[in-house]
């Protein structure tokens, strides 16, 4: 078992990394030694990991920064970095390592404010690790102030500090940045790796495996959720069922609120798991007395904290949105495919009968329409059009298709 294990279907960009990892390691070693760095280094300060939603670049970056930590013994004596096991690749893959600073979008953008400290930790030498890593899970998402922080520390970084972005594509990266940053470009895992996947490390038997994997398209992280949690296969059934309930302008309007809805409750879900225990680690850090009450001048503190959490349950309700938005895409392709005659593989086998009554009762180009409505609906809820406002015209697009 090594960190390399769990990037599914990624066997090229798996060994680039742990090359990479063997060569920082070498350097580190060397200098420790006072010795001159080796010759023709794999490694780079500044990596950029891009790939479809769903293949896996924050669990690759994750773990590259893991095996850059990594204190196995046997990586002295010759072995490869990234072992899974010791306190450097533990601590790392956990995200709780202190040399590992990890960097998300809690809104729609990663403000500049949101990146002073980052910036500023990343010209400083490790504390206890290996090396100095910033793992950038969102780089899409930085506005131009912040994408200006990042290329100043990427242009000049310091000798132990490792940049690790993340973007669905090199196009979202601004190209002062990728242009500063070695490329990898992670591909869908099939369908098949994601299913063994699923057997193998968390003993989804095989056949909800299977059907797992097929239903999200490769997508490990959405086939693990549908494969463990009942909540999330009963929000997809509900959501394969709703094309055929739009036969009115009213059962329209009732279906749009209803995925908003249950958006909205997904996210308040995950933010009662989260806020709560984010309030009071911050009280224990801040010196709190007992009861709760706060030291003199930290109450900026917990609204700073507040208010992050407010933009992350909003953002966290526009991504449980957009997996509806997806499975209603998939849906509306498995008909196409049936219309076409396709051999294509259906996604959707547990709603058959729904597509092929789809399939009869429309034709490929209103099936098209139907698809350009769905992505016409995430399209605007990027622009921060209001999602009751962009899901009612998607589902009243779906009945008129």
């Given at each position: 078992?090594?960190?390399?294990?769990?990037?599914?279907?990624?066997?090229?960009?798996?060994?680039?990394?742990?090359?990479?990892?063997?060569?920082?390691?070498?350097?580190?070693?060397?200098?420790?030694?006072?010795?001159?760095?080796?010759?023709?280094?794999?490694?780079?300060?500044?990596?950029?990991?891009?790939?479809?939603?769903?293949?896996?670049?924050?669990?690759?970056?994750?773990?590259?920064?893991?095996?850059?930590?990594?204190?196995?013994?046997?990586?002295?004596?010759?072995?490869?970095?990234?072992?899974?096991?010791?306190?450097?690749?533990?601590?790392?893959?956990?995200?709780?390592?202190?040399?590992?600073?990890?960097?998300?979008?809690?809104?729609?953008?990663?403000?500049?404010?949101?990146?002073?400290?980052?910036?500023?930790?990343?010209?400083?030498?490790?504390?206890?690790?290996?090396?100095?890593?910033?793992?950038?899970?969102?780089?899409?998402?930085?506005?131009?102030?912040?994408?200006?922080?990042?290329?100043?520390?990427?242009?000049?970084?310091?000798?132990?500090?490792?940049?690790?972005?993340?973007?669905?594509?090199?196009?979202?990266?601004?190209?002062?940045?990728?242009?500063?940053?070695?490329?990898?470009?992670?591909?869908?895992?099939?369908?098949?790796?994601?299913?063994?996947?699923?057997?193998?490390?968390?003993?989804?038997?095989?056949?909800?495996?299977?059907?797992?994997?097929?239903?999200?398209?490769?997508?490990?992280?959405?086939?693990?959720?549908?494969?463990?949690?009942?909540?999330?296969?009963?929000?997809?059934?509900?959501?394969?069922?709703?094309?055929?309930?739009?036969?009115?302008?009213?059962?329209?309007?009732?279906?749009?609120?209803?995925?908003?809805?249950?958006?909205?409750?997904?996210?308040k879900q995950l933010a009662e798991e989260m806020d709560?225990?984010?309030?009071?680690?911050?009280?224990?850090?801040?010196?709190?007395?007992?009861?709760?009450?706060?030291?003199?001048?930290?109450?900026?503190?917990?609204?700073?904290?507040?208010?992050?959490?407010?933009?992350?349950?909003?953002?966290?309700?526009?991504?449980?949105?957009?997996?509806?938005?997806?499975?209603?895409?998939?849906?509306?392709?498995?008909?196409?495919?049936?219309?076409?005659?396709?051999?294509?593989?259906?996604?959707?086998?547990?709603?058959?009968?729904?597509?092929?009554?789809?399939?009869?009762?429309?034709?490929?180009?209103?099936?098209?329409?139907?698809?350009?409505?769905?992505?016409?609906?995430?399209?605007?809820?990027?622009?921060?059009?209001?999602?009751?406002?962009?899901?009612?015209?998607?589902?009243?697009?779906?009945?008129?298709?």
């Amino acid at each position: 078992m090594t960190v390399w294990d769990d990037l599914v279907g990624q066997e090229k960009v798996s060994a680039v990394l742990d090359a990479a990892a063997r060569d920082a390691d070498a350097l580190v070693t060397a200098a420790a030694a006072h010795e001159p760095p080796p010759e023709a280094s794999k490694m780079t300060h500044a990596w950029l990991f891009t790939g479809p939603p769903g293949a896996g670049r924050n669990q690759a970056a994750r773990a590259f920064a893991a095996a850059l930590q990594c204190v196995s013994p046997d990586r002295a004596l010759g072995g490869s970095p990234g072992c899974g096991f010791c306190d450097g690749c533990h601590t790392a893959l956990l995200g709780t390592h202190a040399d590992v600073t990890a960097v998300a979008a809690v809104g729609a953008e990663i403000l500049v404010k949101d990146m002073r400290d980052t910036v500023r930790k990343s010209f400083t030498s490790p504390a206890n690790g290996r090396w100095q890593i910033i793992l950038v899970e969102d780089a899409e998402r930085l506005n131009e102030k912040s994408a200006n922080a990042v290329l100043k520390a990427v242009e000049e970084p310091a000798p132990r500090t490792v940049w690790l972005l993340c973007a669905p594509s090199i196009e979202d990266v601004l190209p002062t940045i990728r242009s500063r940053c070695r490329h990898l470009n992670l591909s869908t895992p099939s369908v098949g790796a994601v299913a063994d996947m699923l057997v193998r490390r968390d003993g989804i038997e095989p056949e909800a495996a299977a059907a797992a994997a097929r239903a999200t398209q490769g997508h490990v992280d959405r086939a693990r959720r549908l494969a463990t949690d009942p909540a999330a296969r009963e929000r997809r059934a509900s959501v394969l069922g709703l094309p055929l309930r739009l036969d009115e302008v009213g059962a329209c309007l009732k279906a749009a609120q209803e995925l908003v809805d249950a958006a909205a409750e997904d996210a308040k879900q995950l933010a009662e798991e989260m806020d709560a225990k984010e309030a009071e680690e911050l009280k224990a850090a801040l010196g709190a007395a007992q009861g709760g009450r706060l030291p003199r001048g930290t109450a900026g503190v917990m609204k700073d904290l507040e208010d992050m959490q407010k933009r992350r349950r909003t953002r966290t309700q526009r991504d449980s949105l957009d997996i509806a938005l997806g499975d209603l895409t998939a849906f509306y392709r498995d008909v196409l495919a049936l219309q076409l005659g396709s051999r294509v593989a259906i996604a959707n086998a547990d709603a058959e009968d729904a597509l092929e009554r789809l399939a009869r009762g429309s034709t490929p180009e209103s099936t098209l329409r139907r698809i350009e409505a769905i992505g016409a609906c995430r399209e605007a809820l990027d622009r921060n059009v209001a999602p009751l406002l962009a899901v009612e015209a998607m589902t009243m697009a779906l009945r008129a298709g």
